[in-house]
């Protein structure tokens, strides 16, 4: 007796490889939202699980950094901060630089750290690294309240803050930052697949691509070939823009944040792209 061949419509869903660098299959994304929010819930309790003060070292990290800042580049080497009291200006630099600096080294390490759950469940892997950019988020918005709890304090203390229209671009910045780290984190981690001794050299990376960014001092304390040097790093404008907004203190305009927008897109296709194709054939080679 013969048995009739099954067609395509008597599947729920049929899982095929992709058929080009360009088919990215964004539709499954939205799809698999709950999945992403299950690997949000679990990067944040993870985070604090089995430790002693839980969800406070969200804000021990931040004032330890920003203390150590104040003593060694305020205080010793003397750095300006443009007038801006020296914890906001380090508060808003480490702030912003510990939520890229994230992004990046765990986007960087995500095929290495998840292969036993890629070689055996199906799912958009790019739901991965968006989970780290959403997961950090939380941290992000838990360190920018200590932010806002230590700028309200210097304003009862008699300072007088300069908040300017650029303020309503934050979240705007904080997105950029987002997808900058996003994009060479996926760049990374397809090296990895083969190289994987560029991990560790990412983490030492990104420690020193702080220095050449606007993070401990102001672009406008730079000049010559230095200004040149540091005003090339889109980070540099995206740290610039929040200062700007916050403090009325920056080297900052639309065609800076313009600059800072197009390399991100640029590196954010790139790294899409180089993820779409190594995702195929990466348990093999990790």
Not at 144 to 155: M, R
Not at 249 to 266: H, M, N, P, Q, R
Request: aromatic fraction near 16%.
């Amino acid at each position: 007796m013969d048995v009739p061949a099954e067609s395509p419509g008597d599947w729920d869903q049929i899982i095929e490889s992709k058929s080009g660098l360009l088919d990215l299959r964004l539709k499954e994304i939205w799809q698999y939202r709950d999945l992403l929010l299950m690997f949000v819930k679990r990067d944040f309790i993870s985070f604090y699980k089995q430790t002693i003060l839980g969800p406070i070292w969200f804000f021990i990290q931040p004032i330890f950094t920003m203390g150590v800042y104040v003593f060694v580049f305020g205080n010793l080497a003397g750095l300006s901060t443009d007038g801006i009291p020296q914890p906001l200006f380090y508060l808003t630099g480490i702030t912003a630089w510990t939520y890229f600096s994230d992004c990046l080294t765990k986007t960087s390490r995500v095929f290495q750290d998840n292969v036993a759950i890629f070689g055996k469940v199906y799912f958009p892997r790019i739901i991965m690294p968006l989970s780290i950019v959403v997961s950090n988020l939380v941290r992000f918005g838990v360190q920018f309240l200590l932010l806002i709890i230590v700028y309200i304090f210097f304003i009862l203390t008699g300072w007088k803050p300069h908040i300017t229209s650029y303020v309503f671009l934050y979240p705007i910045l904080v997105a950029v930052l987002a997808l900058l780290g996003l994009g060479i984190g996926m760049i990374v981690s397809a090296l990895t697949t083969k190289y994987r001794d560029l991990a560790l050299l990412v983490q030492f990376s990104v420690q020193l691509l702080m220095y050449g960014t606007a993070v401990v001092y102001p672009l406008s304390s730079l000049s010559g070939k230095w200004y040149s040097i540091i005003a090339a790093n889109p980070l540099s404008f995206i740290v610039e823009g929040m200062r700007l907004g916050l403090f009325g203190e920056g080297v900052f305009d639309l065609s800076k944040f313009a600059y800072s927008l197009l390399i991100t897109l640029v590196i954010l296709f790139a790294g899409v792209i180089i993820f779409n194709k190594v995702e195929k054939s990466f348990v093999d080679t990790v």
